[in-house]
Nanobody, 115 residues
Framework: QVQLVESGGVSVQPGGSLRLSCAASARDFRLAGTGWYRQPPGKQRELVAIITSGSSTNYADSVKGRFTISRDNAENTVSLQMNSLKPEDTAVYYC?????????WGKGTLVTVSS
């Protein structure tokens, strides 16, 4: 069983920056695939960014050039740096970890982008 704890969700103005972090309890976190998803109000959950155990990354087109995903295997964390935030980035952001063939989700953290 892997526990995930997200942090960093707050209200921010358009054009601002925010960093989300997710701490995982996985014993061999370095072997896990990790990512961030989000669910905008009234919409389905969607992929934001992933980073593999080999540190390859992939991003949704809507966030390319603005968001950066990273991981720290020594600290068992995965982070999402979000810059140039837009109102359409408003969503609940979820951390995802795939470990030993199972997918785990955090409880989510709310990001609101509004003036």
């Amino acid at each position: 069983q892997v526990q995930l704890v997200e942090s960093g969700g707050v209200s921010v103005q358009p054009g601002g920056s925010l960093r989300l972090s997710c701490a995982a309890s996985a014993r061999d976190f370095r072997l896990a695939g990790t990512g961030w998803y989000r669910q905008p109000p009234g919409k389905q959950r969607e992929l934001v960014a992933i980073i593999t155990s080999g540190s390859s990354t992939n991003y949704a087109d809507s966030v390319k050039g603005r968001f950066t995903i990273s991981r720290d295997n020594a600290e068992n964390t995965v982070s999402l740096q979000m810059n140039s935030l837009k109102p359409e980035d408003t969503a609940v952001y979820y951390c995802n970890v795939v470990y030993v063939g199972r997918a785990y989700w955090g409880k989510g953290t709310l990001v609101t982008v509004s003036s």
